[in-house]
């Protein structure tokens, strides 16, 4: 004969387990080390004068001197910032020097075609040709 009796048994283990999760809940709430990380500041991209970004090309054109300078070059016109009015010439020019390089390194007709495309742009943009 078995008796039933009534235990608190499993109201103090349910108990203790809510008391469990809502400590833990809050220390990691609290806990400044598992913070959601802050977002990253924008950072204002710095306008440059047509002046400026036709001085940095000038440079940069009068350091290329053999297609072996091209990845240089290349990485030199892809630094910079850009005018609005010459996103076209700054995607021309990367795509030249990437021609270059190209041929660098397997086939040299994209040598010639990537000299063909600077000497285009010089004769559109004359300050280029200095």
């Known amino acids: 004969m078995t008796h039933r009796y009534r235990t608190i048994f499993p109201f103090v283990l349910i108990i203790l387990s809510l008391g469990l999760m809502l400590v833990v809940a809050l220390s990691f ?4 080390k598992y ?13 440059i004068s047509q002046a400026q970004y036709e001085s940095a090309v000038l440079e940069i054109l009068n350091k290329y001197k ?14 910079l910032s850009v005018p609005a009015n010459y996103k076209t010439l700054h995607l021309e020019l990367v795509i030249a020097f990437a021609r270059i390089e190209q041929g660098v390194n397997g086939d040299e007709k994209n040598i010639q075609e990537g000299n063909d495309l600077l000497e285009e742009l010089k004769r559109q943009y004359s300050w280029m040709a200095h």
Do not use: F, L
């Not at 990380?37 to 710095?46: G, I, K």
């Not at 053999?66 to 630094?79: H, L, M």
């Open 35 to 47: 913070a959601p990380p802050a977002p990253p500041s924008e950072s204002v991209a710095q306008t």
């Open 29 to 32: 709430a609290y806990n400044k």
């Open 66 to 79: 053999s297609p072996q300078d091209a990845p240089t070059a290349r990485k030199g016109i892809e630094s």
